[in-house]
């Protein structure tokens, strides 16, 4: 009996693979750590060890484990079950939900080591300048990295010089794995022992107080936070003493200090401002009670609670029972703009016992973030959906806040995952309890309710002695005839934007599209620049002054100039966040006017730059995409402006008026928080659509009863679930014939199941042509698990056709 490991390698395979256990290593490959492996002749990667074993030796070849890496696990044996639980619902490979799970800095990267032929005869006459540069290197040191060579040779294309080299028989390439992770050094110094003695130290005092004040301040310094220390970061003692750091490094010239790099936190959890205590109204402690009542007998609790209602300090006053009772918390949000507010407000409360992990933090940090909740340095951890994937032990409670943003959806690569869906699994596995938070719960979680699946709690009352605010439907034909339109702008929303502004209120202008014009067509012909990869209209960027395509990054420069037939006739059709704001300025001129989208947020702090400027009044127009309606509490905003929501309700897909009520009504929510009653205007073509009444009267039941039959009748979630299957393939010709191909033989299987092959309104992204098919399933797990292992059975049967092979098969388990 030999031992083996299962290893998950970073790839999207659709099974692990079994590595030998060699007798040395025994006692060290443990589940959770990285090992190192070799897979096929030459790649090295390092994968997790996902379950060890002892059985008899097969009768294939089995590679052996060639080292392991981390002295502690990094997972715990509970954190694969739920990556096993999203490779089965989500139809995914444990690769996959590897690679968007570790941290890119603890992912190790195979490096190319570039060594010298043991074979090479020393003929240098045969190399070109560039090769004999390379080997005449090689002479000197053992390897060289790729980075070291483009050094030496000093050209950024160095491969035809590597394939010379090999062809010649100079070199030889070998793998090497990298460590990306480093930690952060920074200088620390420490008195020496002889100035430990007191003599010996009040003699320095004296001499440095006669002939060298400035060092005598750093020594000062250095008695004063370096208490009970060690050693003092150099840069905190510099700062301390009011010095320049040549000033420290003269003391350890002088032997006063001795100096040396040590390992410091990235994050630094240092909060100290002012510590609050919410009290709860009478309302919201009624709401509180019964959320605990019934999560005596559901692990499930949707929290219905209108906007402005204060969900977060119910949700603070149960993190404190947590917290109480030895557990931990994790806290979801859609977003990360809204991760800095909630971060301060949670921190007042619970100070550093607070943590927080999004994309912005860059890989390093992330790894740090990491190991503090393995070894559970927090008691909260606030993030977005990849906080899912953190080592969390000893979890009491999941909030899922704003549980119907399609944020939470993961739409590529896989794993396709809903993190609120997922969140629910994980507290079953860790025995843990679930709140959902919203105004507009989606309609699954609110069909869940109704199920008696999940407890349902109810906060209609809204905080303090905040108002609803007045919401007004503004008919742009109507305004337009009567010329009352300016640009993009009713008269009736520019007059209340005045008004507001002469009361020194702030306004939040929302449009569900960022850039500055969403087409250009010719007049003349009626041509319109396209992407040359995607089959996308180009969109206007007027401050790069370029044209993109927002699927592929692909861009040209701007031009007035038709492509087909030369005319000079090319105009702006559409408007995006960014010709909102340029056009703003031209009718408040004098008035701060600021953009919160993609371009505007891309850095690590440019939300909390926006977010702060706005909250400390800095901004008095915001115009954003739909950050601006996500949960922000602001509490001067007097006014909510929405444009073109027409655009909302004709999106074609079944979705379309769940989220255009949803955005709509949340973004109202941003206006009137305080005593102020606040007003909102939504602009639209027609004021007929009943989902306007939803809004106006915030009547959340009233649109359910609306929207919930359609859906039944039509068969689409939440009396069903849907699958999409979604096929790529560079050839047209070909994609087409395997998309009927697979959906006939899926009709045959799961009769009156199947809709497709349909072409999606973008139907080429990257010179891939598209194509879906939709698998609508009953929501009973027994015919859930079937129908996934007839789509798998499908695809297998697909792929052995010569043709199809190549073909890019997708698939998404309750799409959004």
Not at 214 to 236: D, F
Request: net charge positive.
């Amino acid at each position: 009996m030999k031992h083996y490991a299962h290893i998950i390698l970073p790839l999207a395979l659709a099974m692990e693979y079994t590595y030998e256990i060699p007798e040395d290593l025994l006692n060290e490959v443990v589940v959770g750590k990285r090992v190192e492996v070799q897979f096929g002749s030459k790649r090295i990667y390092a994968g997790i060890v996902h379950r060890t074993f002892q059985q008899e030796p097969p009768e294939y070849p089995v590679k052996p484990i060639v080292h392991v890496i981390d002295e502690q696990p990094i997972l715990l044996p509970m954190h694969f079950k739920i990556w096993e639980w999203m490779r089965d619902y989500y139809m995914c490979s444990m690769g996959e939900i590897m690679t968007a799970a570790m941290p890119k800095a603890m992912k190790l990267s195979s490096e190319t080591k570039v060594l010298l032929n043991p074979n090479f005869d020393q003929d240098y006459s045969q190399l070109e300048d560039d090769e004999y540069l390379v080997a005449e290197a090689l002479e000197a040191q053992e390897e060289l990295s790729m980075a070291e060579v483009k050094k030496i040779v000093d050209r950024k294309n160095i491969y035809y010089i590597i394939k010379s080299l090999i062809d010649k028989s100079v070199i030889i390439l070998e793998e090497e794995l990298k460590e990306l992770y480093q930690p952060k050094m920074e200088a620390f110094v420490a008195l020496n022992d002889e100035y430990k003695v007191p003599e010996n130290q009040e003699k320095l005092f004296e001499q440095l107080e006669k002939k060298a004040p400035k060092q005598w301040r750093v020594l000062l310094a250095y008695l004063s936070i370096g208490h009970n220390k060690k050693s003092v970061s150099q840069k905190a003692l510099v700062k301390k003493a009011e010095v320049a750091s040549s000033i420290v490094n003269s003391m350890v010239k002088k032997g006063i200090f001795s100096k040396k790099q040590e390992a410091v936190d990235r994050i630094i959890e240092n909060y100290q401002g002012t510590f609050i205590d919410y009290q709860l109204t009478p309302k919201q402690e009624q709401a509180l009670q019964k959320v605990k009542k019934l999560h005596e007998e559901k692990n499930v609790v949707l929290l219905h609670g209108v906007t402005s209602s204060g969900k977060t300090q119910i949700y603070i006053k149960l993190i404190q029972d947590q917290i109480k009772e030895g557990k931990n918390v994790l806290y979801l949000l859609p977003e990360i703009a809204l991760t800095g507010q909630m971060i301060q407000r949670l921190r007042k409360v619970f100070g550093k016992d607070v943590g927080i992990y999004h994309s912005k933090f860059n890989p390093q940090e992330r790894v740090e973030i990491w190991r503090k909740v393995l070894k559970n340095q927090y008691k909260v951890i606030v993030g977005v959906r990849s906080s899912l994937f953190l080592p969390l032990q000893n979890l009491g409670l999941i909030i899922v806040d704003e549980e119907h943003d399609p944020s939470y959806k993961q739409q590529d690569p896989a794993p396709r995952y809903n993190a609120r869906d997922t969140a629910i699994t994980m507290a079953h596995f860790q025995k843990a309890k679930v709140i959902l938070g919203s105004a507009t719960p989606s309609l699954e979680s609110y069909f869940n309710t109704l199920q008696k699946k999940y407890g349902l709690v109810h906060l209609g009352e809204r905080y303090g002695n905040s108002q609803s605010p007045d919401i007004q439907i503004v008919n742009v034909t109507e305004e337009a005839k009567r010329k009352r339109m300016k640009s993009h702008f009713s008269q009736t929303l520019l007059d209340a934007i005045q008004s507001s502004l002469d009361k020194e209120e702030q306004i939040i202008l929302f449009k569900n599209r960022r850039g500055h014009s969403t087409f250009l067509r010719c007049g003349s012909c009626g041509f319109k620049p396209k992407c040359i990869r995607c089959d996308v209209n180009l969109t206007y960027h007027q401050y790069a002054d370029l044209l993109k395509c927002h699927y592929c990054d692909y861009q040209r420069k701007f031009s007035t100039t038709c492509n087909d037939c030369g005319d000079d006739k090319l105009k702006l059709n559409g408007f995006g966040t960014e010709k909102i704001e340029d056009e703003l300025k031209i009718y408040f001129p004098d008035i701060q006017i600021t953009r919160m989208d993609l371009e505007t947020t891309r850095s690590k702090l440019g939300y909390q730059k926006i977010i702060n400027s706005f909250e400390e009044k800095g901004i008095d127009i915001l115009v954003g995409t739909q950050m601006v309606t996500k949960g922000l509490d602001f509490a001067n905003v007097g006014l909510v402006g929405v444009l073109s929501a027409d655009t909302l309700l004709s999106f074609p897909d079944f979705r379309a008026s769940e989220r255009a009520f949803q955005l709509m009504l949340q973004v109202s929510g941003r206006t009137g928080r305080r005593e102020k009653k606040g007003k909102v205007l939504i602009q639209s073509t027609t004021d007929e659509h009943p989902i306007f009444n939803f809004i106006i009267n915030e009547s959340y039941m009233a649109f359910y009863q609306y929207e919930s039959p359609e859906r039944k009748q039509w068969l689409f979630p939440p009396f069903i679930r849907l699958v999409k299957i979604t096929l790529k393939h560079r050839d047209k010709e070909k994609l087409n014939r395997a998309a009927y191909a697979y959906a006939k033989h899926l009709e045959r299987i799961l009769p009156q199941r199947i809709s497709g092959p349909t072409v999606p309104m973008v139907s080429m992204i990257r010179n891939y042509h598209i194509r879906q098919i939709m698998v609508k399933l009953p929501r009973q797990g027994k015919f859930i698990k079937e129908g996934k292992q007839r789509i798998r059975e499908v695809e297998a049967l697909l792929k052995q056709n010569a043709d199809y092979r190549s073909m890019i098969v997708q698939l998404d388990v309750d799409p959004y």
